[in-house]
């Protein structure tokens, strides 16, 4: 096997997510059609799939350095072909906070459902503002833009354990058996534990590469969680009596839906 494909596929992350996918096509398939048409499972389906997605294409660019090169050259970057941290940035930064905000959004009041969309509006334009303007270029790190996204998402985390611990609806509720709860307490954990690595990268980078490397370890561990989280979301009708149903969670009425049905997964 060439050795190239094995150091930029084969490693414990790429394999873990690649296994949590096909698990989620799995369970995601097995639902009703009615379920699959409901965003409590095709959202965390949806953020499964892309994060897979860049991140085997991140690794697809450490292979083809013919593709990396070609890429960096259409995005105007000639002076450091080698980088790939382009698709991290679109992938990551910008694409799967905005994602993760609508997941945010599914779980809140719905009177605080209108600040979660200034926030992705206002994030939108920041990423325009920053990177068109050439402040921070998208094939070069953006501290100011994962700064923003961050803290919007730790904004729409606040809002939700707000409601958790004052609501009485949340209050009526075992929170360990929310399937909500375990998202936002990973996605939290997640942005606060990468925050430094992620904001400061290509300083580490280049000052201490070892200390980096440690800080990329915790944040691969934190995504195969948080990506589990989506699986078992995905996969929750197979398993009726673990989880209770969420307080507050958006969803289209159709014809044959009760006026209020009861959003617990259940087979």
Do not use: C
């Not at 860049?54 to 450490?62: D, F, Q, R, S």
Request: hydrophobic share 50%; glycine share 4%; aromatic share 20%.
């Amino acid at each position: 096997m060439d050795s190239r494909f094995v150091e930029a596929f084969v490693n414990w992350y790429l394999i873990l997510i690649d296994i949590l996918l096909v698990l989620g096509i799995i369970y995601f398939l097995k639902l009703p059609k009615e379920k699959r048409a409901n965003s409590f499972y095709w959202l965390p389906f949806l953020i499964l799939s892309f994060t897979v997605f860049y991140e085997n294409l991140g690794a697809y660019t450490l292979y083809d350095f013919e593709f990396r090169k070609a890429a960096n050259a259409f995005l105007g970057n000639t002076e450091n072909p080698r980088f790939n941290i382009w698709i991290f940035n679109i992938g990551n930064k910008h694409i799967s906070t905005i994602l993760f905000l609508f997941l945010i959004k599914s779980w809140l009041e719905p009177y605080k459902k209108k600040y979660v969309n200034w926030m992705i509006i206002t994030f939108f334009i920041v990423i325009l503002i920053l990177q068109f303007s050439g402040i921070e270029p998208v094939y070069l790190n953006q501290p100011l833009i994962f700064t923003v996204g961050a803290n919007l998402i730790l904004l729409g985390s606040g809002f939700y354990f707000i409601g958790l611990m004052t609501n009485e609806q949340y209050l009526s509720v075992n929170p360990l058996r929310l399937l909500s709860f375990w998202q936002m307490t990973f996605i939290l954990f997640t942005y606060s534990l990468t925050y430094i690595s992620s904001a400061s990268l290509m300083y580490l980078y280049t000052n201490y590469p070892q200390l980096l490397a440690s800080l990329l370890k915790i944040d691969w561990v934190m995504g195969v969680l948080n990506l589990a989280i989506l699986v078992l979301t995905v996969a929750s009708p197979r398993f009726p009596h673990l989880f209770e149903r969420e307080p507050y969670f958006e969803f289209k009425q159709s014809k044959n839906t009760e006026k209020v049905p009861d959003l617990s997964p259940q087979i």
